[in-house]
């Protein structure tokens, strides 16, 4: 299997120009800098593409995987919890 396979097969790979990227297998020994631009891929799309090419970090930026460690080592009372404390999505309705 090529090495940069997921990031090509991310449907901005020709055009991207985010230094770090969340399918990238050498992601974590770039730098980032404040005001870099960040993947605008959706998780979903990212999550989807890493599942494909067996990812272990499943395409998630370290912040997005972090919080899924952490939620993982939550008690069940204290996810529930903060599952009551969401406020609902509302999308903004459509204007033309």
């Known amino acids: 299997m090529r ?5 090509e097969e991310c449907p ?8 770090y990227c969340p399918l990238d297998p050498l992601r974590d020994y770039g730098t980032v800098l404040p005001g870099d ?7 979903s799309r990212r999550m989807e593409i890493a599942k494909k090419h067996g990812l272990s ?3 998630l930026t370290n912040r ?3 919080a899924r460690q952490a939620e993982a080592k939550m008690s069940e009372s204290d996810k529930a919890r903060r599952r009551k404390n969401l406020i609902p999505f509302e999308p903004k ?3 033309e």
């Open 93 to 95: 309705a459509h204007v």
């Open 57 to 59: 970090w499943l395409g």
């Open 12 to 19: 901005r790979f020709k055009h991207c120009s985010v230094p």
């Open 64 to 66: 997005e995987l972090g």
């Open 3 to 7: 090495r940069y396979a997921a990031m």
């Open 37 to 43: 631009p960040k993947c605008r891929l959706p998780k």
